[in-house]
């Protein structure tokens, strides 16, 4: 299977710890944004990078929150002293840039619980 | 600001009925529209999209057109099956280097046979 990756599926952690979550978008895609989506609602833009350059971060992305992406291949999303308010799915999306496409394709995604 | 308001589910139906979805937007510039389903215990996928106003998406029986006078892409399609079963998702983006999805709450389908 050669879409979107990744890892883990589900997180639970204690409150105050940190969780990284890993994402291997789709080889080729030069493109890969972070979204959350909290129950019963639609993913919220995080942020965004072209290659290895971030390009965009949304207000929902606080201090404790970082992203990277090396190599301009998989991409990291640290949460620092999670909160219980942490608690969504997070979900991993690439895609490859080419005039207006902007066609994305989306990872299963990690739940995170912050008990 | 940039948002996507979709009706509010859930949405119960039989199969072989008519389904329609609401779903309209506001954006600065002009859009390219989508909709995203999200199958129980599965990642979003895309369903269909438009990249600018008349334009008709059709995917797997569904269909949806961009109406730049109304500000609308509404989802339909003309007979629903029980594995249409899922949650739907309106999203927009817009047509500039680096900007992301935004996305509707989602509306749920359910269909029962």
């Known amino acids: 299977d050669t879409g979107v990756s990744q890892n883990p599926r589900h997180k639970i952690t204690k409150r105050g710890q940190n969780v990284t979550f890993r994402c291997d978008p789709i080889?080729?895609?030069?493109?890969l944004y972070w979204y959350r989506q909290t129950l019963g609602q639609g993913p919220e833009f995080l942020t965004y990078f072209q290659n290895e350059a971030q390009l965009e971060k949304s207000r929902l992305l606080s201090d404790r929150f970082s992203a990277e992406r090396p190599k301009g291949s998989f991409s990291t999303l640290e949460i620092q002293r999670t909160e219980q308010g942490d608690s969504a799915m997070y979900l991993c999306?690439?895609?490859?840039?080419?005039?207006?496409?902007?066609?994305?394709?989306f990872g299963q995604g990690t739940r995170l619980t912050v008990v | 600001g940039n948002s996507v308001t979709q009706m509010e589910g859930p949405v119960t139906l039989s199969e072989e009925a008519f389904l329609t979805i609401n779903c309209t937007y506001t954006?600065?510039?002009?859009?390219?529209l989508f909709w995203y389903v999200q199958y129980p215990g599965e990642g979003l996928q895309l369903l269909l999209k438009a990249t600018k106003a008349d334009d008709k998406g059709s995917n797997k029986g569904f269909e949806a057109t961009y109406r730049k006078e109304t500000t609308s892409f509404h989802l339909e399609k003309g007979s629903v099956q029980v594995s249409d079963s899922a949650v739907y998702f309106c999203?927009?983006?817009?047509?500039?280097?680096?900007?992301?999805?935004?996305f509707g709450k989602g509306t749920t389908l359910s269909v029962s046979s």
């Open positions: 954006a600065t510039g002009y859009p390219s």
């Open positions: 999203a927009l983006s817009l047509n500039q280097a680096g900007t992301a999805l935004i």
């Open positions: 999306a690439s895609s490859f840039l080419q005039g207006s496409n902007t066609e994305a394709f």
């Open positions: 080889s080729e895609h030069n493109r």
